[in-house]
């Protein structure tokens, strides 16, 4: 079936530093989301993204984090600068139009350290 | 306060029983999905199902909107099936919220 990619599927980072997360999505979708989970704890909306703009995003995306899909290619989460408590498991997912099926990435790992 | 909310939010079983997942709303919705958690912490997309039932193997899917409810049953469970059930309500703008899950644990 369709996938989304995302690379890395691991990175650790020091913190301060910037990271990028990378998200390949289903060819032919539109619309875009970032989620965090930090272990054990419940899968967070970040962001969800159209037609090259943020739509929403909830306060869990601080002022450091950024998103963009220049020339429609990957869909990346930026971190600048990482924090200790960014610290979790970054799942990007797509879908062909508003109430349609939502395709998740394996999800990135990001330890700050 | 939480938009939506699942039950139960662990089950132990043996190996060849059923299960049967809830999850509840309390807003309107504009699509319901069901999804299974690896405990690597993957996700598989089990269901779309915004109404009615779905069938899928060993498992079946049902939403009644007007009770704003949607449950996800498992029948002859297997060890493999162990892991975490999430659900997720969208509404209207593409926002989408997860239920907190359900932890399955299927022993032999």
């Known amino acids: 079936g369709p996938k989304v990619l995302q690379i890395p599927s691991h990175q650790i980072i020091d913190m301060g530093q910037m990271v990028t997360l990378n998200c390949d999505p289903v060819?032919?979708?539109?619309?875009f989301y970032w989620y965090k989970q930090i272990l054990g704890q419940q899968m967070e909306f970040l962001v969800n993204?159209?037609?090259?703009?943020?739509?929403?995003k909830s306060k869990l995306f601080k002022d450091q984090f950024s998103v963009e899909r220049p020339d429609g290619s990957y869909f990346t989460l930026k971190i600048q600068p990482t924090a200790l408590e960014d610290s979790a498991v970054y799942f990007c997912?797509?879908?062909?139009?508003?109430?349609?099926?939502?395709?998740f990435g394996e999800g990135s790992r990001l330890i700050v350290v | 306060g939480q938009q939506v909310q699942q039950s139960p939010a662990s089950l132990v079983l043996q190996e060849g029983e059923n299960a049967e997942l809830q999850c509840n709303f309390s807003?309107?919705?504009?699509?319901m999905q069901w999804f299974y958690q690896r405990p690597g912490g993957s996700l598989v997309s089990l269901f779309y199902?915004?109404?009615g039932t779905k069938h899928s193997g060993r498992l079946t899917s049902t939403t009644v909107i007007k009770e704003r409810r949607s449950s996800l049953h498992i029948s002859s469970s297997q060890t493999t099936d162990s892991g975490t059930y999430l659900c997720?309500?969208?509404?209207?703008?593409?926002?989408?919220?997860f239920g907190d899950g359900t932890q399955l644990v299927v022993k032999p």
């Open positions: 997912a797509s879908s062909g139009s508003s109430g349609n099926t939502l395709y």
């Open positions: 060819s032919n979708h539109l619309y």
């Open positions: 993204f159209y037609n090259g703009k943020v739509m929403e």
């Open positions: 807003t309107s919705l504009n699509s």
């Open positions: 199902n915004p109404s």
């Open positions: 997720a309500l969208e509404r209207g703008n593409n926002r989408i919220f």
